[in-house]
């Protein structure tokens, strides 16, 4: 994981990935890295990783510079995390542990969270839209 981090910091420091536009591919190149390496960690790097993108304001959703949509974090335990503001539409959150995690603003808009905890989530949901 810490390759990845030095690897994305050069390419905010280096690349202008946080100036990039959607279509450059920095962008690409930073969504490719970040699938890969969330699809290797454990539940408790995840959960650190994700804390690094939502604090270097990489997802948030006013300018996601990262897109994570289509991610498969199911299962993973995301409890206490801080997602406040971000864009999480269209992942895939089943069976997730939630539980006291801030969502306050969050664009959930077509996740998956069939199953997942949510106990003392904060759930001031910026987006959130539900098939039945």
């Known amino acids: 994981m810490q390759t990845y981090i030095d690897s994305l910091s050069k390419l905010l420091l280096e690349s202008g990935?946080?100036?990039?536009?959607?279509?450059?591919?920095?962008?690409?190149?930073?969504?490719?890295?970040?699938?890969?390496?969330l699809s290797r960690l454990d539940d408790?790097?995840?959960?650190?990783?994700?804390?690094?993108?939502?604090?270097?304001?990489?997802?948030?959703?006013?300018?996601?510079i990262i897109d994570l949509q289509g991610i498969d974090l199911s299962g993973s335990d995301?409890?206490?995390s801080n997602l406040s503001g971000d864009k999480l539409a269209d992942t895939n959150l089943s069976g997730a542990k939630l539980?006291?995690?801030?969502?306050m603003g969050t664009n959930l808009a077509f996740a998956n969270l069939s199953?997942?905890?949510?106990?003392?989530?904060?759930?001031?949901?910026?987006?959130l839209t539900i098939e039945l």
């Open 78 to 80: 995301l409890s206490g």
């Open 99 to 103: 539980n006291k995690a801030c969502l």
């Open 44 to 64: 408790k790097r995840k959960r650190i990783l994700l804390q690094f993108l939502h604090e270097a304001t990489l997802i948030s959703q006013d300018n996601p």
């Open 17 to 37: 990935l946080r100036d990039s536009k959607q279509e450059d591919e920095v962008r690409k190149v930073a969504r490719v890295k970040t699938l890969t390496v």
């Open 115 to 127: 199953g997942a905890e949510m106990r003392e989530a904060l759930l001031l949901v910026g987006q």
